[in-house]
């Protein structure tokens, strides 16, 4: 999703800016662009395309100055071109740079063109610069003016605003869209991810929803949304630098596959003692909840919605109580029956997935509690929910999410056994369990061993066009997940189904050019996958299977692949590395941008 950045220093932060816009490549844009204060004026420097191309032009002419803001985007309003890129500007006195969408923009662009202002671009955010105008030629303070218009916008946004009257000012707000406040020695800056500043900075001040800041290099000012001060804490960046490196990786999608084995580690790690699990690390009231839990709603979207669906089977079988999941764009919108006793669980590797948030907003005081499953610490999902729980999968920068959903299933895993100690899971059951999320690692590690035979595997899929995915019981959601990063990074099309619904309508597609692939573990459900295999070899189909043993046949199936053996409770975390690597090889194989794919962002912060 688009980026900001923004610095206020003693020394010129061009440089700054850019490097910060290259450590944001990984959420997705369109364009970039920088504004700073050179002296005498604002001056703006916009290219459609890379950030590169925007470091090539200020390479030739540069931007000297101490106070700037930046941004890549990802268009929702207007086409992909210069005009649209931020920052915007209203004449050469502000510029500004926005994250979200500002669903009122329209009725706010009309009233501003009657008062004489001219838009240049087709983006909401445009309606911002020239309303922060108009607001300062009665309102001269900065701080105050952003105050003001904030109450006229609707929707959702994360604001960076620079003035040539206030040249060592850098003025900040958000209301439902991430953004951090970085805090430097004699120097000060914004990011709409701590990532974006990381070689600056490693601490970090979280706003809150209607929090308006002033930075300036050697202080930070905030106002809540009551125009009351407020001191907001300081936290210090939990994961080193080197994570957002690829390292000896070709790409960050790689490297986070193979970083699977020692962040599921510590995804564990001071949660599980002996065989039990130390539930005190959902929160000090998480006890307290969890006995009153009678049913749990999950809400997310994407990959994070294939981990709750895998969720939905542990809780029912392995808890006893109902569970039900939902993607939140679907939620959101449409009136929602709560049962009493209800946990409201939504998991999203960012913590700022618009729909998710929306969800949870909207249905909170009608729950019994709220959980979250994150990968990112004072995220907004992490602050607004009652309990948490999270990931500590590092930095993912890949738009494809690997590591953050093994940790998820491993967070969920988790989740499960706290609720199902309370019902229908025995001391011996939790013991087993425990001891196979600690075996985990390892078997993780033997699977990622497989990777040149996968890759061998994916010579024969590179030219394909289309693809089915199968799978049954708790691997169902796996081979969801497994089309998903196909379609993903290789832009194969790819559709997935319970293997049992394939004489269902599918199997009409089936031949010599509809590859299926499967995932087969040994377990209860073995007997009947196969017959479904069967159906398929017999119209003429490639079946490429990642089989749990040896009663899975080289004549069975077209290529065939043996997976290290597991606890049968394990087997969708461990038949999720397979299908990572098998769609990052395919990828790799037809020159796809394995890390940004088109079209797609890393954190969906917008509807």
Sequence with gaps: MCGIVGAVAARPVQDILVEGLRRLEYRGYDSAGVALYTGSQVERCRRNGKVQSLADALQDNPLIGTTGIAHTRWATHGVPHERNAHPHMSSDLLAIVHNGIIENFEALKEMLQSDGYVFSSDTDTEVIAHLLAKQLKTEPVLQNAVASIIKQLEGAYALGVIHKDHPEQLVTARKGSPLVIGVGIGENFIASDQLALLQVTDRFMFLEDGDVATLTASEITVFDHNGEAVEREVTQFEHGISAADKGEFKHYMLKEIYEQPEVISACLEGRISGDKLLEQCFGSQAAAVFDQVKQVQIIACGTSFHAGLVAKYWIEDLVGIPCMIEVASEYRYRPVVIAEGTLFLTISQSGETADTLAALREVKSRVLASLVICNVPGSTLVRESDLCLMTNAGPEIGVASTKAFTTQLVALMLTTIALGRRNNMTADTEARIIQALRALPLQVENALGMDSDIENMSQAFAEKNHALFLGRGTLYPIAKEGALKLKEISYIHAESYPAGELKHGPLALVDKDMPVVAVAPQNDMLDKLKANLQEVKARGGELFVFAGSDRVSK?????????????????????????????????????????????????????
């Design 555 to 607: 004549e069975e199936a077209t290529y065939l692949l043996n997976m290290p053996e597991c606890d049968e409770v394990m087997q969708p975390v461990l038949y999720t590395i397979p299908l990572q690597l098998f769609s990052y090889h395919v990828a790799v194989l037809k020159g796809t941008d394995v890390d940004q794919p088109r079209n797609l962002a890393k954190s969906v912060t917008v509807e």
